[in-house]
């Protein structure tokens, strides 16, 4: 089954870390770009980072750049952010995707949620 399955998510105060990881099966993961993209309440999709299918690249929306990372592990199928010093603002589903064969998958996301 082709499919992107995010986990790591949960409740944090501000200033505090999580990391990410989004888990791929069923299609060439290390040939992919991944995308993590977030969500928050009432709002578009955000673009939040972008890594390539080597790993050499990464790319980071000005608003998370310096405080996040973005990696990947081609041997373990897994894409990972690294989340620091977080912000109220960066509560939100956070979700992980890519275009496999013309067709954008997406996972369920994982919620994170900053909060004192």
């Known amino acids: 089954q082709v499919q992107l399955v995010e986990s790591g998510g949960g409740l944090v105060q501000p200033g505090g870390s999580l990391r990410l990881s989004c888990a791929a099966s069923?299609?060439?993961?290390?040939?992919?770009?991944i995308n993590w993209v977030r969500q928050a309440t009432g709002k578009g999709p955000e673009w939040v980072s972008t890594?390539?299918?080597?790993?050499?690249?990464?790319t980071y929306a000005d608003s998370v750049k310096g405080r996040f990372t973005i990696s990947r592990d081609n041997v373990k199928r897994t894409a990972f952010l690294q989340m620091n010093s977080l912000k109220s603002e960066d509560t939100a589903l956070y979700y992980c995707?890519?275009?496999?064969?013309?067709?954008?998958?997406r996972g369920q996301g994982t919620q994170v949620t900053v909060s004192s």
């Open positions: 069923g299609f060439s993961f290390s040939t992919q770009t």
């Open positions: 890594i390539s299918w080597v790993g050499d690249r990464t």
């Open positions: 995707d890519t275009v496999f064969r013309g067709v954008r998958l």
